[in-house]
């Protein structure tokens, strides 16, 4: 197995149900007495049963002490498809410059 340099860390994958935000924010609260590093969240902004990411990964950290937190499965604002110039070779609508 090759070695990256980095340690090898444990955490947990959360679901970032929103009937129960104290019930979440408690299980990251768990992973930390556990001893486990991390805690991760899926990010699905047009799912109304989840929370949303960005605020509970700031809610979670302010109310643990050593876990890191981060979010999975991140969504990244949709942009336009740039078209490529008339002639320059290039083809398809998902060229981009």
């Not at 980095?6 to 935000?21: A, K, W």
């Not at 768990?30 to 991760?40: R, V």
């Not at 960005?54 to 969504?75: C, D, I, P």
């Amino acid at each position: 197995m090759a070695d990256y340099g980095h340690d090898l860390v444990f955490g947990t994958f959360i679901t970032p149900s929103s009937r129960q935000p104290h019930d979440v924010v408690a299980l990251a609260q768990i992973t930390e007495q556990a001893g486990l590093d991390l805690a991760t969240f899926q990010d699905h902004p047009y799912q109304p049963a989840f929370l949303d990411t960005w605020t509970l990964l700031s809610w979670v950290a302010a109310e643990t002490k050593t876990l890191r937190v981060s979010g999975n499965v991140l969504n990244l604002p949709p942009s336009p498809t740039r078209r490529p110039r008339p002639g320059s070779g290039k083809s398809g609508p998902a060229f981009r410059r």
